[in-house]
């Protein structure tokens, strides 16, 4: 819940209700991005961004290399499997 | 554990360690007793105990487990209002997995859902709000739990829920707030703690500044940190070469996630779906003033502690428990009279053996359960 997930935006689905479709480790799923766009960063700007995901929301931008890593350490600690299986479940628990 | 060994292995791990062993051996001349640093997130003592973290550190350091699950310091009462609200035929009773399992004074949400009570794991907040649209004819209610981590993303939903009308959905608000239980551990007489590693994710939406007063005024080093292992090592370093240095203040390793103001556009969405409660009460702590956030009066209409009768009764923690004093670094959790007996993972006693991030479940899971000479 507290750790989240490094996924990449991959299209805005809805400009004016700030969702976008984000991949997280193969699992696509669709995040509210309000907290990470401004001024200087519109949805339409947004995609090919990679952000940390918390409970389907994008929280903050981070770099490409950096995402990865974190991928990386996620699946050591055994944080990844769980994270996607409650990302897939969704709604339709 | 490979990913372990090539963790103690990697040059950078060695290199801090090793620094950080010269630095407490300064340190340690002149002092009674170990250094204690409190890691006030789970998220932290759950790397902490996957990586082994406190073998690789001298024995003149201590690592204290802070209060920071979310899960684990929920409070029975509270569960007993969760299962209260399932148990209505008209709800559908909506929750992050982690809290299913948290023992209540009856039961658990886990055994609720087994009784027939429609309770349903959600990944996300949006996901109870989907579920709202989708069951017109039902009351959907999404249990917010969790820290500042998790603030902005029930405040944002409830927002979304307002502006379509979403009549059936609501929120059992149980938000709580990072710095006044920092404060409250740092006010209370037994507390021993010389330096804390503040909690990355929370300070990603609240920022640097509202730490400030730890160092200014209780004159304690913190530095935010983060989740990976070398984060932690290293933010371990910054506060030793704080004390090292004659140095206190708030300093931010986690730089690449944490910007020093936070972030402004969750913080307004917190600001304007919730207010300060008077207190909450924490499963080992008690209550502490101003460490929750309920919703507005404005939005009354999504809040499910206006919209049904919730009790909130106050159940005191059995008295055989000590989560209190491990907490607070007095004891270990070994040193508690029931730990691993009446109290463990399967049948946790206490908040601390709750959740895999809580100490004591740590010290149990990871084979810790006596102090070896
Ligand atoms: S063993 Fe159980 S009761 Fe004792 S401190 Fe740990 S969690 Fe609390």
Same mark, same amino acid.
């Not at chain 1, 990844?80 to 969704?90: F, H, I, K, Y």
């Not at chain 2, 006030?40 to 204290?64: A, K, N």
């Not at chain 2, 920092?182 to 703690?193: E, F, Q, R, Y």
């Not at chain 2, 502690?305 to 959790?333: H, L, M, W, Y």
């Given at each position: 819940?507290?750790?989240?997930?490094?996924?990449?935006?991959?299209?805005?689905?809805?400009?004016?209700?700030?969702?976008?479709?984000?991949?997280?480790?193969?699992?696509?799923?669709?995040?509210?991005?309000?907290?990470?766009?401004?001024?200087?960063?519109?949805?339409?700007?947004?995609?090919?961004?990679?952000?940390?995901?918390?409970?389907?929301?994008?929280?903050?931008?981070?770099?490409?290399?950096?995402?990865?890593?974190?991928?990386?350490?996620?699946?050591?600690?055994?944080?990844?499997?769980?994270?996607?299986?409650?990302?897939?479940?969704?709604?339709?628990? | 554990?490979?990913?372990?060994?090539?963790?103690?292995?990697?040059?950078?791990?060695?290199?801090?360690?090793?620094?950080?062993?010269?630095?407490?051996?300064?340190?340690?001349?002149?002092?009674?007793?170990?250094?204690?640093?409190?890691?006030?997130?789970?998220?932290?003592?759950?790397?902490?105990?996957?990586?082994?973290?406190?073998?690789?550190?001298?024995?003149?350091?201590?690592?204290?487990?802070?209060?920071?699950?979310?899960?684990?310091?929920?409070?029975?009462?509270?569960?007993?209002?969760?299962?209260?609200?399932?148990?209505?035929?008209?709800?559908?009773?909506?929750?992050?997995?982690?809290?299913?399992?948290?023992?209540?004074?009856?039961?658990?949400?886990?055994?609720?859902?087994?009784?027939?009570?429609?309770?349903?794991?959600?990944?996300?907040?949006?996901?109870?709000?989907?579920?709202?649209?989708?069951?017109?004819?039902?009351?959907?209610?999404?249990?917010?739990?969790?820290?500042? /981590?998790?603030?902005?993303?029930?405040?944002?939903?409830?927002?979304?829920?307002?502006?379509?009308?979403?009549?059936?959905?609501?929120?059992?608000?149980?938000?709580?707030? /990072?710095?006044?239980?920092?404060?409250?551990?740092?006010?209370?007489?037994?507390?021993?703690?010389?330096?804390?590693?503040?909690?990355?994710?929370?300070?990603?939406?609240?920022?640097?500044?509202?730490?400030?007063?730890?160092?200014?005024?209780?004159?304690?080093?913190?530095?935010? /940190?983060?989740?990976?292992?070398?984060?932690?090592?290293?933010?371990?370093?910054?506060?030793?070469?704080?004390?090292?240095?004659?140095?206190?203040?708030?300093?931010?390793?986690?730089?690449?996630?944490?910007?020093?103001?936070?972030?402004?556009?969750?913080?307004?969405?917190?600001?304007?779906?919730?207010?300060?409660?008077?207190?909450?009460?924490?499963?080992?702590?008690?209550?502490?003033?101003?460490?929750?956030?309920?919703?507005?009066?404005?939005?009354?209409?999504?809040?499910?502690?206006?919209?049904?009768?919730?009790?909130?009764?106050?159940?005191?923690?059995?008295?055989?428990?000590?989560?209190?004093?491990?907490?607070?670094?007095?004891?270990?959790?070994?040193?508690?009279?029931?730990?691993?007996?009446?109290?463990?993972?399967?049948?946790?006693?206490?908040?601390?053996?709750?959740?895999?991030?809580?100490?004591?479940?740590?010290?149990?899971?990871?084979?810790?359960?006596?102090?070896?000479?």
């Amino acid at each position: 819940m507290c750790l989240g997930i490094p996924g990449q935006i991959t299209e805005i689905t809805s400009e004016e209700m700030l969702m976008a479709r984000v991949t997280v480790a193969g699992v696509s799923r669709e995040v509210n991005i309000a907290c990470i766009v401004d001024d200087a960063h519109p949805p339409a700007s947004c995609v090919g961004d990679w952000v940390l995901v918390h409970v389907g929301f994008a929280m903050s931008r981070i770099d490409e290399e950096e995402a990865r890593r974190t991928l990386d350490i996620l699946e050591q600690l055994g944080e990844v499997q769980e994270e996607l299986s409650a990302m897939r479940q969704g709604a339709g628990a | 554990m490979k990913f372990v060994d090539e963790f103690r292995d990697s040059g950078k791990a060695k290199a801090l360690a090793r620094e950080i062993e010269n630095i407490v051996a300064r340190l340690e001349k002149g002092r009674a007793r170990p250094l204690q640093l409190m890691e006030f997130c789970g998220g932290h003592t759950h790397t902490i105990f996957r990586y082994g973290i406190e073998q690789m550190l001298p024995d003149g350091i201590e690592m204290v487990h802070g209060p920071g699950c979310p899960v684990c310091v929920l409070p029975m009462g509270r569960v007993d209002d969760c299962v209260a609200l399932a148990e209505r035929p008209e709800v559908i009773f909506t929750t992050f997995g982690d809290a299913m399992r948290v023992p209540g004074s009856r039961k658990s949400l886990l055994q609720a859902k087994a009784d027939g009570a429609d309770v349903r794991m959600v990944y996300s907040p949006l996901d109870a709000l989907e579920l709202a649209r989708r069951h017109p004819d039902r009351e959907v209610i999404f249990f917010g739990l969790g820290f500042e /981590t998790t603030m902005p993303s029930t405040a944002l939903t409830v927002l979304q829920a307002r502006r379509e009308g979403v009549a059936n959905f609501s929120l059992f608000c149980n938000h709580i707030t /990072t710095v006044p239980t920092i404060k409250a551990v740092l006010d209370s007489p037994d507390m021993m703690v010389d330096g804390f590693l503040a909690p990355g994710h929370v300070s990603m939406v609240i920022g640097e500044a509202p730490f400030q007063f730890i160092t200014r005024d209780y004159r304690k080093p913190l530095v935010i /940190t983060g989740f990976e292992p070398l984060d932690i090592l290293q933010s371990i370093w910054m506060v030793l070469k704080q004390f090292d240095e004659g140095r206190c203040e708030v300093e931010n390793q986690y730089r690449r996630i944490v910007p020093p103001r936070g972030n402004t556009q969750a913080l307004k969405a917190i600001n304007e779906v919730f207010e300060i409660r008077e207190f909450f009460e924490w499963r080992g702590l008690g209550s502490i003033d101003h460490s929750g956030v309920k919703m507005r009066e404005a939005f009354a209409d999504f809040d499910a502690e206006r919209k049904f009768t919730v009790e909130n009764p106050r159940i005191a923690d059995p008295k055989s428990c000590q989560c209190g004093e491990v907490v607070k670094g007095v004891i270990k959790p070994w040193d508690c009279k029931i730990f691993g007996r009446q109290c463990n993972p399967e049948n946790p006693m206490g908040a601390l053996m709750v959740s895999s991030e809580g100490a004591c479940a740590a010290y149990y899971n990871n084979g810790y359960h006596r102090r070896t000479a």
